[in-house]
């Protein structure tokens, strides 16, 4: 309108100066000023009301005086809205502390001028940030948000007791608290009572319904007699370890808002069953060294959880592969969980810490679900500004503090290893330190020899697969540690060359933490977790599903982590997940077995046939995960509350199993009863077939060929469990140097017919020996996809 209206007020404005004194003309002229002046207006507050908040970032403070720094962000803003007075009124913050810079709100014309100048390093429009949230649960599908999963249709698992054998309970918090929860479910026999520091008045309600614990067995191990035992340990299920509490919040914690850790916002975090009750069985005991969980006495735990009336039982405990290979009878685990799914109560194990070299698998008795872990979709980083103000958003570790100002960077590139370490001790007094590390061992290692150098901080560079480092090994340690990839380790030792080319100091600051999520990251089976393939029983596929165990944030005493609260990394950290994802299917389907349960998690769990994006298999030679390194893969909740088929079995199954390992019927017997059994015991009138059923057709969801000679053939049944009438059509993936012809292949279910058995021919078409090859056996019907691993070894 501006250029219209200039022709008129140039080209005329001789002729309009002899008429001023004609009414007429004055009227049109005052009417075209008064239009000019409206729409300069109606435009400068358009302007105005499309002004956004944006965040100058100016890099790092010149000095402390705090007010001088203030002053300054005025004078810059002052210079685009025309005035120091107005630039005080637009400014929202002026960051003067850890970092120079301001908020305040502009137009996009005034944002494009002061993004010019040259003091600013940055100017970035101001985002909505939501809070963070108990992650692994949204990233396996299980938001409270959503009504129609399968969190919200089982109203949270309410009616559920998970029972946790562990190193007992800090129930005084609000991370167990009972709102929202109804009365004690009628047929818990348990009970919570106030011993030693235990006061059943705060650490019982509700939500935590029992609480026992057991100690004798450790007495007779450690040869410690009653005025030893009080003397050391406080006789009560209160947790002196915070491994247990930990556990119980992971599987079945209440809604905590707002919860603060070492300055994260982590938003509302809570457990996978939330409305689920927990009844605590404390079989592990912490002395100065170590934490020992006593065989003796977690078979008395689970012998009394069955009494007690749970449903299921969750174990974060395990043999680290001791007892692989060892006598089944030998396995007080083993065994106790045997009884425990003989009466209806699934049993949840973690597979172990002692990745990732094969074979390390524990808890691998095949009617327990062995749990390997995963990481999931969010990261915790750290901020590193290098001194030429170049920011590297991706260092994983947190920085317990402040941000720091600018500090001597020093790298040693040619230091591989941590004996290496201590030639440059000397060397890195007040200096943020990085090296270039394959090896999580190495990492371990030279924290612990700087730990008295008084280095401030080690960044360490690896490949982007071996970045999950398990940060508890680290505890204790006080020097923040932070890991980058190749990339960025790249990108500061660059930095670092230019700067002494430049005969300049090489300075790096440290800044606060923040919490990445959602976005698309390398998912992967960490380096920690145990891998198959199963020692003792090879025929016996494990682990048999992954889930999250990186960096899992869940409650402990208050005498550990930070506000209550503690990130930990470990298979432990892995199977209470399961166990949370286990309740709310015992509330879908209450009458599912032990094994039905099982069988939905494997046989709709995420892999490299139905995931979107690729599951690596860390530490490996950074290879895609198989089946040795998360079984069926990762949990996928939703997908398991309708699986459409289902492997079962019953406790005859696993009877024959045991008389298929060579045991006579009276050990199998003598072996397979408990005080609860003694009544009315199944196992009394078994007796081991004189043709001895083979473990390759114990019906689970996997098949494992340990020794293909040329061929063989296995069986399996499924149970329909979707709709009546339901045909499903076969998918195969044979492993490589092997054929498979299953008959039939088509299965038709009807009103009728609702189970089928199959036969599956495994064929060899490779001479000589072979290492396990992968592949797997699926069937469709459209909707649902049922997919088994097989592993074949010739």
């Given amino acids: ?16 100066t002899k008429k001023m004194n004609n009414p007429t003309s004055s009227l049109v002229f ?44 005025h004078d810059i803003l002052g210079q685009v809205v025309g005035s120091k007075e107005e630039a005080k009124k637009r400014m929202i913050y002026s960051y003067r502390h850890g970092f120079s810079g301001f908020a305040a709100k502009l137009t996009n014309s005034q944002a494009k001028q002061i993004g010019e100048l040259p003091e600013v390093v940055r100017i970035i429009q101001n985002s909505r940030y939501k809070t963070h949230t108990s992650r692994s649960w949204d990233f396996l599908g299980l938001s409270k948000n959503d009504p129609n999963n399968l969190l919200n249709k089982t109203n949270q698992g309410d009616g559920v007791i998970i029972g946790i054998l562990d190193s007992g309970i800090w129930g005084d918090s609000e991370a167990f608290n009972d709102k929202g929860l109804g009365p004690i479910p009628s047929r818990w026999k348990g009970n919570c009572k106030s011993e030693g520091n235990f006061n059943a008045t705060k650490h019982c309600n509700k939500k935590i319904i029992g609480a026992r614990w057991y100690i004798k067995g450790m007495m007779e191990e450690k040869e410690l007699n009653q005025t030893m035992v ?113 009466h209806g109560i699934s049993f949840i194990a973690a597979g172990g810490n002692t990745g990732p070299e094969s074979s390390t698998i524990s808890n691998t008795s095949p009617w327990v679900i062995n749990v390997a872990a995963s990481n999931d979709d969010r ?35 040619n230091i591989t290893n941590y004996n290496e370490v201590k030639s440059i001790a000397n060397e890195v007094k007040g200096k943020v330190l990085m090296l270039f590390f394959q090896n999580q061992i190495d990492i371990i290692f030279s924290l612990l020899t700087l730990k008295t150098t008084g280095v401030l901080a080690l960044i360490v560079s690896t490949p982007p ?40 100091d090489p300075m790096i600051k440290l800044g606060q933490s923040e919490v990445f999520e959602g976005k698309k990251i390398f998912l992967k089976v960490p380096k920690f977790s145990s891998r198959g393939p199963n020692s003792f029983t090879p025929e016996i596929l494990k682990p048999d ?141 078994i007796i081991c077939p004189s043709e001895v059923p083979s473990r390759l057709d114990l019906n689970l969801p996997s098949i494992s060929i340990p020794n293909l000679k040329n061929s063989v053939i296995v069986r399996r049944t499924v149970t329909n469990v979707g709709n009546v009438n339901s045909v499903y059509k076969l998918v195969v993936k044979p492993p490589r140097n092997t054929a498979i012809k299953v008959s039939p292949h088509v299965l038709k279910f009807n009103s009728k017919t609702n189970k089928i058995s199959f036969e599956v021919k495994i064929t060899s078409n490779h001479e000589g020996r072979s290492k396990f090859n992968f592949g797997s056996l699926s069937w469709i019907d459209g909707k649902h996809f049922v997919r088994i691993p097989i592993a074949v070894r010739k």
């Fill in 1 to 16: 309108m501006l250029g219209y209206l200039l022709p008129f007020t140039i080209s005329h404005r001789k002729e309009r």
């Fill in 30 to 73: 005052l009417f075209f000023l008064l239009i000019f002046t409206c729409l300069c207006e109606i435009t400068a507050k358009a302007d105005e009301a499309d002004a956004k908040i944006y965040i100058v970032y100016l890099g790092h403070k010149p000095h402390d005086d705090h007010e001088l720094i203030t002053d300054s962000h």
């Fill in 230 to 342: 009080e003397e050391l340990y406080d006789l009560s299920p209160l947790d002196d370890d915070g491994h247990g509490t930990h556990v119980a919040y992971t599987a079945a914690g209440s809604y905590v808002n707002d919860v603060q850790y070492y300055g994260l916002n982590m938003g509302t975090v809570r457990g996978g069953a939330p409305l689920a009750r927990l009844a605590i069985y404390k079989v592990c005991w912490k002395d100065n060294k170590n934490t020992y969980c006593g065989s003796a006495d977690i078979l008395a735990g689970i012998d009394d959880a069955i009494k007690d009336g749970v449903d299921i039982l969750s174990a974060s405990i395990g043999d680290d592969g001791v007892f692989s290979e060892v006598n089944f009878f030998e396995n007080l685990l083993g065994i106790g969980s045997f009884h425990a799914v003989s």
């Fill in 379 to 413: 990261e915790i980083v750290t901020p590193i500004t290098l001194g030429n103000n170049k920011t590297i958003l991706a260092a994983q570790g947190i920085f317990k503090g402040k941000e720091q100002a600018f500090a001597p960077l020093v790298i040693f590139e």
């Fill in 465 to 504: 697969l071996n970045q999950n480092i398990d940060y508890n090994q680290t505890h204790g340690v006080p020097i923040p540690f932070f890991s980058v990839d190749l990339e960025q380790g790249n990108q500061i030792f660059d930095y670092f060359q230019q700067c002494k080319s430049n005969k300049q």
């Fill in 545 to 685: 599903v992954a889930a999250p165990g990186v960096s899992v944030l869940a409650a402990v005493p208050p005498y550990k982590g930070d506000n209550g609260f503690q990130l930990l990394s470990g298979t432990s950290m892995a199977a209470p997940h399961v166990s949370g994802i286990v309740a709310l299917l015992k509330a879908a389907h209450p009458n599912w077995s032990p094994a039905a349960i099982k069988s939905a998690l494997v046989t709709t769990a995420w892999n490299e046939d139905t995931y979107r994006y690729e599951i690596y298999s860390e530490g490996t030679g950074d290879k895609l995960a198989d089946p040795f390194d998360f079984g069926g893969g990762i949990c996928n909740p939703n997908g398991a509350t309708d699986p459409g088929l289902v492997y079962d079995m019953e406790k005859n199954d696993y009877l024959n199993y045991l008389c298929s390992l060579g045991y006579t019927n009276d050990k199998v017997h003598n072996a397979t009863t408990l005080l609860s059994d003694t009544k009315n015991s199944t196992a009394a009138g």
